[in-house]
């Protein structure tokens, strides 16, 4: 699903991924998009921890983030 078209912060999809039973594993947040690597020759770049721990904050440096989930009741 694309971010852009449907405009879901991270706060967002973490609200609707617990109330839907799932919780995540692992996420990544990215300062440039691994994707950005074939598209502009740009290495990919981690988000900085402490960024990434500061909601709506990191929705302005985050281009990309990727979650593994798990449902909440295993």
């Known amino acids: 699903?694309?971010?852009k078209?449907?405009?879901c912060p991270i706060e967002?999809?973490?609200r609707t991924m617990r109330k839907e039973?799932?919780?995540a594993i692992d996420?990544?947040?990215y300062?440039?998009?691994p994707h950005y690597e074939v598209k502009f020759?740009?290495?990919p770049r981690r988000l900085y921890a402490v960024i990434g721990a500061i909601p709506y904050i990191r929705n302005f440096f985050?281009?990309?983030c990727f979650y593994f989930l798990k449902s909440a009741g295993e």
């Open 12 to 14: 967002l999809f973490e």
């Open 62 to 64: 985050t281009t990309s």
């Open 27 to 29: 996420r990544t947040f």
């Open 41 to 43: 020759h740009l290495r």
């Open 31 to 33: 300062f440039i998009n």
């Open 21 to 23: 039973g799932f919780e």
């Open 5 to 7: 078209k449907t405009k």
């Open 1 to 3: 699903m694309n971010i």
